[in-house]
């Protein structure tokens, strides 16, 4: 087969291209600027060439879809000027681990894709940029690990022309992503109806905020949405601290939606704000109604806050201001849920912000993002909540193998010692057992939210609950276990 017009060699030069591609540099718009790689356009062009010059007895090219996983992350951690080198790198690894003859593009920040015309190789190329992305990277006195999501289609039977194949290809890498990334998947027509489905809860989603967009801006009540709250529980004493707030989407046919599900695709299309801002609002004024325990502390309220409304740094530090002020609640008594994958450098200035408001600070599924122990001591968090899949790996249930369990008891103990050193209590996730609970109160962990004690609740449960959840709960074998 003849080579694509537009093509990157197998061996990079110095800027990882081939000497054909940046030959045709400057404004070029089939040119990308960073990486002298092709442009999407230029692909689309290449790709339809490929396709005119398939005869009916040749297999098609293949088409590898590449996304570098939590690229956003890594780029606000190290800065930008390191991640374009990064993507330059990148770019280089990809083009020297193509066939000969094969396109390589760059279509959008760090998304890639490759043409390779033998199809036949195409799944062993996938493989190989897996293992050569997935290597350390050591750029301007940073040690930077990437992964990589690929979808791979072939045509013709994913796709007999250039747009369809290209569709497979980016499906068959949403369902790696989806799988928890650093994978390839090859284009399956099963996630072509998976991701039907995820197009369809996307625009009910839209619809639904849009019905709703004035009560958004308030604590008003929401058509389909509801905030539930799970109780936070002192080992220690077996008080209850507070609540949890968690959202929840009745969906009128689908019925209960997680937040694993929709929480994403909000991030995903830019609306995560609004429905953010209204969780905070609602469960500020909740809590600010919530009644002081017969001889305990007033309750405190943990909100989630997603890492885009961390970016978007003064003006989320003002809708927790005004969330405060709306609904009357003592700063001390609301804690700002983080997770742990958004522990980014330029967030440090909207968290000491947030602080200066008298908020508490909790970094949430610690234990499964990337803070470094050295960053951590200079955040102003005051709690570690250990992720649950931790606590989960604790369970005597038979299945875990006890080297598992081992490791999770001392992964645990660790992150409790690391608190307390640190002078900030830490909070066991997910704990369903009493068993899972003597471990990781042994391990010394000050805090527990689970099934144990409570799954999350409406709000007029939670009223209703708060003096009977009030009494020490973890010393006999709580009464309102579900
Ligand atoms: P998360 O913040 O780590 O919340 C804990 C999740 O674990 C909740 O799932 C809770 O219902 C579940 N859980 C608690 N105890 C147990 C247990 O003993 N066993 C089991 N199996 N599960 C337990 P949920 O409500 O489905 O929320 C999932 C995630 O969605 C949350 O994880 C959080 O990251 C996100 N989320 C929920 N509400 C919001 C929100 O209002 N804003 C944002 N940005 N994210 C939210
Ligand atoms: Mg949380
Ligand atoms: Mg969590």
Redesign the pocket.
């Given at each position: 087969m003849e080579k694509p017009s537009v093509s990157a060699e197998a061996s990079p030069n110095a800027s990882g291209t081939s000497g054909a591609v940046s030959a045709a540099q400057g404004d070029d718009p089939t040119v990308d600027p960073l990486t002298k790689l092709p442009t999407r356009r230029a692909f689309q062009q290449a790709l339809t060439q490929a396709f005119a010059r398939v005869t009916k007895d040749q297999a098609g090219p293949a088409l590898l879809a590449l996304d570098l996983d939590r690229f956003q992350a890594v780029n606000d951690s190290t800065g930008i000027v390191t991640g374009d080198l990064l993507l330059t790198r990148a770019a280089a690894r990809i083009v020297g681990a193509v066939p000969q003859g094969s396109t390589v593009a760059r279509i959008s920040g760090d998304e890639f894709t490759v043409l390779i015309p033998d199809a036949s190789a195409a799944e062993a190329v996938a493989e190989r940029l897996l293992d050569l992305l997935g290597r350390t990277y050591a750029v301007n006195g940073h040690t930077v690990t990437l992964s990589v999501s690929i979808g791979l289609a072939l045509a013709p039977q994913h796709g007999a022309d250039a747009v369809s194949l290209l569709r497979s290809a980016t499906i068959a890498l949403h369902a790696a992503e989806a799988d928890g990334k650093n994978k390839w998947r090859v284009f399956d027509p099963a996630m072509q109806a998976h991701a039907s489905a995820q197009q369809q809860l996307e625009s009910d989603l839209r619809a639904v905020l849009e019905l709703n967009r004035r009560e958004l801006g308030s604590a008003m009540a929401v058509e389909q949405f509801e905030?539930?709250y799970?109780p936070q529980v002192d080992i220690g004493s077996g008080r209850l601290t507070g609540f949890?707030?968690?959202?929840?989407w009745r969906h009128p046919d689908r019925g209960m939606v997680?937040?694993?599900l929709f929480?994403p695709l909000?991030?995903q299309i830019g609306l995560?704000g609004l429905?953010?801002d209204w969780?905070?609002n609602t469960?500020c004024r909740a809590a600010a109604a919530w009644p002081v325990p017969h001889g305990g502390k007033p309750l405190t309220v943990s909100?989630?806050?997603?890492p885009i409304?961390l970016r978007e740094g003064r003006a989320m530090v003002a809708s927790v201001a005004r969330a405060l002020k709306d609904s009357g609640l003592d700063p001390l008594r609301l804690d700002i849920?983080i997770?742990e994958s958004a522990m980014l450098r330029d967030a440090l200035e909207t968290l000491q912000s947030l602080k200066g408001l008298g908020v508490g600070l909790s970094l949430?599924?610690f234990g499964t993002g990337f803070s470094s122990l050295s960053q951590l001591a200079g955040y102003p968090f005051d709690r570690l909540?250990i992720?649950?899949s931790f606590?989960?790996d604790l369970s005597g249930m038979g299945s875990k193998q006890t080297s598992v369990r081992d490791r999770a008891f001392w992964m645990i103990k660790a992150i409790a010692s690391l608190g307390s050193g640190l002078g900030i209590g830490t909070t066991a996730?997910?704990?369903?057992t009493a068993g899972q609970l003597d471990q990781v109160r042994s391990a010394g962990v000050t805090h527990m939210?689970?099934?144990?004690v409570a799954?999350?609740l409406p709000e007029a449960q939670v009223r209703a609950q708060i003096d009977r959840l009030s009494a020490p709960l973890l010393t006999d074998r709580p009464s309102h276990l579900e």
């Open positions: 905030v539930h799970q949890e707030a968690l959202v929840r997680s937040p694993m929480i909000l991030e995560i429905l953010g969780v905070l469960a909100v989630n806050v997603s409304q849920e997770t949430d599924d909540k992720d649950k606590v989960d996730e997910g704990v369903e939210q689970g099934y144990l799954r999350p």
